[in-house]
């Protein structure tokens, strides 16, 4: 898995160099307190001194570390490795010179043998506790600081914003797995596109198209192509790969709102209807387009972020959330032929029709359905949501639904 290069908006990007390296060395000064404490049996008066004395190597590497974060460091794990051991070398040796400068002395040769020979003595405790802090604490916290959506918050995209793609000419030649193929009718389909659309932006949402692909049948299934955890965008890796052509115009619409990419490495495969966020647990669909590389480099990506993974089976249904999705509340819905298992969700609500199991949040009261499931409409509306209903049987037909018409960004 390998990480996007592309720099934060420099405001964030200097907060998040800033606040990886005070982490990372409050970590490590505390540790090396702790251990010095422990180890020499030391008397609590005492432990001021030690504190004393190491503050000035602690400032010296918040500062070098900084730099380093805002220049990259935090991107490679080797990097990590050697930004760790030099700064902690570095800051002991100055930090030391320093303690022996404020104490009236002068730096002769001998000082400064004596300054190296202590990186083997009592400061090597610390430059321990400062390498393994910068390689377990840094990038944890730089990506944390990356994915907040403050800082030059006018690039970012905004809460309530939908991105869409449309129809492409050859839409008709869309894959289909598990269901049969029938004709499509590509006029009717822009229009229920269109319809689509305007029911998002009556509901408040503002749209944003991902420029078209007219070759690229199934490009219209935006969803499939990135997934969103607050500002970080995970770019997918699709199972099928005649859609892989797909990710390079969606990458370029997340690049210019703003979004943190992060992606999904062959040979993992992960298609964004097979992620179904609730709170912050994340389903994801193990099944026929996201294999358990894809789930595994998720889950590298969005537990740092505060996200749990949980995979679930998916072999009945093109995607998870071809079975399942989820209400406002939290309550996942699905229809009890085409689930593998749903006591794997926390609360499972089971309704009457296959086209029923689909909804798209439109806010805390709100959901859009398809037009095809009335009797799963009206169920939810006896819950107290608004519904909002669409026709998109055109979509339908090559196992489409409404939530991978758009990616919605909360």
């Given at each position: ?32 307190l702790?251990?010095?404490f ?36 935090h991107?490679r ?10 700064t ?11 303690t ?23 400061n ?19 990506r ?67 420029e ?20 970080v ?24 709102l ?11 495969t ?17 099944g ?9 480099q ?9 996200y ?10 093109l ?5 399942v999705?989820?209400?406002?509340d ?10 593998d ?6 609360r499972?609500?089971?309704?009457p ?58």
């Amino acid at each position: 898995m390998t990480r996007d290069t592309t720099p934060l908006p420099l405001p964030k990007r200097i907060v998040a160099a800033a606040l990886a390296s005070l982490a990372v060395v409050l970590t490590a000064h505390l540790a090396n307190l702790v251990a010095l404490f422990i180890a020499n049996q030391t008397r609590n008066e005492a432990l001021a001194a030690i504190n004393s004395y190491f503050i000035p190597a602690t400032l010296v590497a918040f500062v070098l570390l900084a730099v380093l974060f805002f220049v990259g460091a935090h991107r490679r794990w080797y990097l990590l490795v050697v930004a760790g051991v030099v700064t902690g070398i570095v800051a002991a040796v100055i930090g030391t010179i320093l303690t022996f400068v404020q104490a009236g002395n002068t730096v002769t040769g001998g000082v400064f043998e004596e300054v190296v020979r202590t990186l083997g003595g009592v400061n090597l405790v610390y430059v321990i506790a400062l390498t393994v802090s910068t390689i377990v604490v840094g990038p944890r916290i730089h990506r944390l600081v990356a994915a907040q959506p403050f800082l030059g918050a006018s690039t970012v995209a905004r809460v309530g914003t939908a991105i869409v793609r449309l129809p492409a000419a050859n839409l008709s030649d869309g894959q289909t797995t598990h269901i049969e193929r029938v004709p499509v009718d590509g006029d009717k389909a822009d229009t229920q596109w269109d319809a689509y659309l305007e029911a998002l932006t009556e509901n408040g949402w503002g749209i944003v198209e991902v420029e078209p692909a007219p070759d690229l049948a199934d490009s219209v299934f935006v969803e499939d192509a990135v997934v969103v955890f607050g500002g970080v965008a995970v770019l997918a890796s699709p199972g099928s790969e005649s859609r892989e052509p797909e990710i390079e115009g969606v990458e370029r619409t997340i690049r210019q709102l703003g979004l943190r990419i992060e992606r999904i490495e062959k040979p993992g495969t992960l298609d964004g209807g097979d992620v179904l966020k609730v709170g912050t647990t994340v389903y994801v669909g193990r099944g026929g387009r996201t294999n358990a590389e894809g789930i595994r480099q998720l889950r590298a990506i969005v537990t740092p972020l505060g996200y749990t993974v949980v995979a679930v089976p998916v072999t009945k249904v093109l995607h998870l959330k071809s079975a399942v999705t989820a209400l406002p509340d939290g309550t996942v819905i699905g229809y009890p032929p085409l689930v593998d298992d749903p006591g794997v969700f926390d609360r499972f609500l089971a309704v009457p029709e296959e086209g029923g199991a689909h909804v798209v949040v439109l806010g805390p009261d709100a959901v859009l359905m398809a037009a095809s499931a009335p009797q799963s409409a009206a169920l939810i509306s006896e819950l107290g949501y608004r519904v909002v209903t669409v026709d998109i049987s055109e979509f339908e037909k090559l196992e489409g639904c409404v939530t991978c018409l758009s990616v919605r960004l909360r």
